[in-house]
Structure formats: structure tokens, C-alpha cells
């Protein structure tokens, strides 16, 4: 198609025109300017919306060295639990975050309990997850302490990874603690930088030292080759059929399966011909729940969950239709969404369910999964194998979604018929409009739309709604920028 990305020329060099080709941006910029739009501001928008998958880093270190608190000042708002105890962080686990302009993802490894095996174990189990899914790692150790036994096995887990390392000496602040910073010197990985997460001294300096360390972009996990296999990672909590249904696709047992939930300790990548096409499973790593351990369950599952998606192109979420849709179910959804990968929700067990539970599933399915009513979904049994057929068609689907692109000039023709049709509600005696808008990007896709106004979350989200009734995008989700035109009589 015309309209897509040419790898070469001259026009390509200079701009990151995102899903734009030469010509499209060219005339899209005309049509900027002929609304009263800074040029800059646009090429800013398309460029951020057109963005690849941003570079990760991740926050490591041992428990209650301020590793939440670090977070939330690079974050710039405090959005991950600061308690004085280790363990406490839970739930979402990523963030987005910007210093110097430049854009990155944030994983927060802070939360967990120790097990049985003591303090050792637990750190290096977070860490090596954490460590797989980043392209950079900030390694915080407090400084007031010093370099422990714990911290000692953390380094060895870097040092063996290979990824690049920002030492974050945390805890000083002020002169007098900087000496307790420079003996970290001895952990072996450069300059601790010292700095105080509460009070964000010293901040500024680390974090320009993470930019030189993170990639301008993350090294592509999939998609690098021509035709080579897509990553499907199956994800879903505890005991819900993912290693099954692995292994009924394969027709063999690949993995291990037990009653017992966390059978499975690592991910496990199996290559699998299906429909005559190769495909690479990702079985994700199960959790073994203990009632002591219930907060570190919760926090292994979001981790392990976040590193196998962040490494997949389509996450098929399985869902246990014998159970209700809890709120673990929905996190995973939530972190699936918000990592842009193409969905499907395979409901599993569904050959146990009676009518009355089927009655009330669809009724939780409305309420509950509301936010991916749009993804592609199977009704399946790994134990008997039905339906599983249906699971490739409903994959294909989504990828299909997940790189649809929409060409400039019918994206446009589509807004002004919206806008004439279904102008936004009148607020303040001023009624905003969308102008103009373009693609900047896919997988997943990714809109700029320029605007006279504010543009209301309600619109936005009836815009969103219109956009999958017109173009499709089946099985993926859908992100949507406004930018609104600044005054005429502030422009320069």
C-alpha cells in the first residue's frame, strides 16, 4: 500500500513520520498548518503516537530499600504503595515514564514476601523475571545499610544477564551520607549514584545516567524475521489450563501438568505446527500459592505475567469458565490491554458447565470484561480438546486487528462524517471538534487526532467504538491522542 512506512529515501531519514509514508505526511502537514496547528507540535504528536514499543527498565533491589518510592518520583505522582514494611506492591507492576523527553517503561519489582527458603530466594526469583523482560535495570540498595548477602546474589544475577546497570545509592540525604554511598563501590557495577527517593535528591543525575543506558529502542523480540513464527503467550492465573491446552495443541505432553497450581516454574517456548503454519507458545510460569505467601502470589503473578506478554506479538488469556471472573482474571486483562498486544479470551473447562453457570458467565462476561468485549473469543476444553480448532482462526484475527492500518485521506472522510453526524456536546457555550486526525502507528493501532478543544473521555470513547464498527480491529486495542489547537494569537 501507498501509504505505508518506505525503509528508504531521504524523507524517511529525517522524520519519524510513523505509519506515514513521504507523501501522506507531506500532505498531512499542509493540512496542519491550513487549520493553524504549530508544526512542531505536530511532528511532536506523530512522533510520540507513532512510537515503537518503548525501552523498559526495570527497579530492582531487596525489600524496603525505597524501590516504590523511587518509582513514583520518576513517574512524577504517586501511583505504586509506599508502606514502611516489604511486600506491599501489588497489582500493576508498569508505568510509563518520561526524563529529557525521552519515553520508557517502568517495571516496579518492589513487593514480596519471603518463603521458606528464605530472602535470598525470593529477591533472586524477582529479579530474574524482572531482568528477562528490561532493557535496562536500576539496582537499588540502601545505602544507610550497605551492601548485604541479598545484594551480593542480585549482582551475580546482573552480571550473568548481561544487561546494562544504573547502581542507585539510596537513602542520602544530604553530604554526610555520601560516603556510606561511595563504598558501594565495591558491588563491582561503576558508580553508585547517590540519591534520596523521598525527598528527590540526586534524582536528575541517575536518571540521565539510565538514558545513556537504555536503547533508543527495545532489541525486537518478534516479527524481526520474514515469515518467521509469531509469539502466542498463554497467559492466565493459577490453575487454569494453560500447560493443558499447550499440550493439546501440540498433540504430546510437553509440559507438565497437576492439579496443583504452579507446576509450571518457568516459561517454556514450544514451536507448534498449526494449520499448516509454525507458531511459538509461550506457557507461562505458574505460581505455588501458600496462604503465608497469598500478597507474594498476587505480586509473582503480575510479574511473570508482564514479562511473558511484553515478549509476545498475542496474548491468548484463559479463563477458567468453571470459576467466577475474579479479580486476578481481571488484572491480566488490564496488563494485556495496557502492553498493546493483540487478545483473545479462551474460556476453558467449558465443557463442565451446566446451563445455570453458562446463564450467569455470560452475565459476568458483560460486566466484568466489558473492556475487551472486542477481542476475538473461544469456548474450549484442554482436557477434551473441543473447540480448539476454533483457537487459531480467533488468533489470526487478532493480528489481523493488531496491524490494520487506515490510510490518511478515508480516515478523515470518516471523521467529518462523524463530526457532522455526531458533533461533541456543547460545554461552557463552546462546542469543540475533531479536525483532523492520522494513524501514526500499529500493533497495536495508534491515532493522533487534532482538535478546536477539549475533547471529553465519553467522546473519546464513543470515537473508539465508532472507529472498530467502520475499520474493524478486531482483537486489539485501540489508542487514541488528542491534541488540541492552541489560540491563533499565541502562535509565533
Request: charged share 25%; proline share 5%.
Amino acid at each position: 500500500m501507498s501509504d505505508q512506512i518506505q525503509p528508504e529515501g531521504d524523507g524517511f531519514a529525517e522524520h519519524d513520520h510513523g505509519a506515514l509514508g513521504d507523501a501522506e505526511y507531506a500532505q498531512f502537514m499542509e493540512l496542519a498548518a491550513e487549520e493553524g496547528f504549530d508544526i512542531e507540535d505536530v511532528e511532536g504528536a506523530i512522533e510520540e503516537v507513532g512510537h515503537g514499543p518503548l525501552p523498559v527498565l526495570a527497579v530492582i533491589g531487596r525489600p524496603n530499600v525505597g524501590k516504590s518510592t523511587l518509582v513514583n518520583r520518576i513517574i512524577g505522582r504517586r501511583e505504586a504503595v509506599v508502606e514502611d514494611r516489604p511486600g506491599v506492591t501489588r497489582d500493576r507492576v508498569t508505568y510509563e515514564a518520561e526524563w529529557a523527553g525521552r519515553r520508557f517503561k517502568l517495571v516496579d519489582t518492589g513487593g514480596w514476601e519471603q518463603d521458606v527458603l528464605g530472602i535470598d530466594a525470593s529477591v533472586a526469583a524477582q529479579a530474574e523475571y524482572a531482568i528477562e523482560a528490561a532493557d535496562a535495570v536500576v539496582f537499588v540498595v540502601d545505602a544507610t545499610v550497605g551492601a548485604t548477602d541479598t545484594d551480593e546474589a542480585v549482582v551475580r544475577l546482573l552480571r550473568k544477564a548481561g544487561k546494562p546497570v544504573v547502581l542507585c545509592a539510596n537513602k542520602v540525604d544530604g553530604p554526610s551520607g555520601e560516603a556510606d554511598a561511595t563504598a558501594l563501590w565495591a558491588l563491582g557495577l561503576g558508580e553508585p549514584h547517590p540519591v534520596s527517593a523521598l525527598h528527590g535528591r540526586g534524582t536528575g543525575d541517575m536518571l540521565d545516567a539510565v538514558l545513556d543506558a537504555l536503547p533508543e529502542a527495545p532489541e525486537q523480540t518478534f516479527g524481526t524475521a520474514i515469515g518467521g513464527p509469531r509469539r502466542i503467550a498463554l497467559i492466565g492465573r493459577p490453575n487454569v489450563g494453560k500447560s493443558s491446552l499447550l499440550n493439546k495443541v501440540a498433540n504430546e505432553d510437553r509440559v507438565v501438568v497437576n492439579e496443583l497450581a504452579g507446576t509450571t516454574r518457568d516459561p517454556v517456548d514450544e514451536l507448534i505446527e498449526l494449520g499448516g503454519v509454525t507458531w511459538k507458545f509461550v506457557d507461562t510460569a505458574g505460581i505455588r500459592k501458600r496462604v503465608h505467601l497469598q500478597q507474594g502470589a498476587d505480586y509473582y503473578a503480575s510479574l511473570r505475567t508482564a514479562a511473558a506478554v511484553e515478549k509476545a506479538e498475542v496474548a491468548v488469556i484463559l479463563i477458567d469458565a468453571s470459576e467466577s471472573i475474579s479479580v486476578q482474571d481481571q488484572r491480566i486483562v488490564t496488563m494485556a490491554v495496557e502492553a498493546g498486544r493483540a487478545i483473545v479470551v479462551a474460556y476453558n473447562k467449558w465443557d463442565t458447565l451446566d446451563e445455570e453457570r453458562r446463564y450467569y458467565l455470560e452475565r459476568e462476561i458483560e460486566t466484568e470484561l466489558a473492556q475487551v468485549a472486542w477481542a476475538p473469543r473461544v469456548n474450549v476444553s484442554a482436557a477434551t480438546g473441543r473447540h480448539m480448532e476454533k483457537l487459531v482462526p480467533a488468533i489470526e484475527t487478532a493480528i489481523e486487528g493488531w496491524e490494520t492500518r487506515v490510510p490518511t485521506g478515508r480516515l478523515n472522510a470518516f471523521l467529518g462524517e462523524i463530526v457532522a453526524s455526531h458533533p461533541h456536546p456543547v460545554r461552557g457555550g463552546k462546542q469543540p471538534r475533531i479536525l483532523f486526525g492520522t494513524q501514526a502507528g500499529t500493533k497495536p493501532p495508534r491515532f493522533v487526532f487534532f482538535a478546536s478543544g477539549f475533547i471529553e473521555a465519553g467522546y473519546r470513547r464513543f470515537l473508539e467504538r465508532r472507529l472498530r464498527e467502520e475499520f474493524g480491529f478486531e482483537g486489539t486495542p485501540i489508542h487514541i491522542s488528542v491534541r488540541v489547537r492552541e489560540k491563533r494569537g499565541r502562535k509565533k
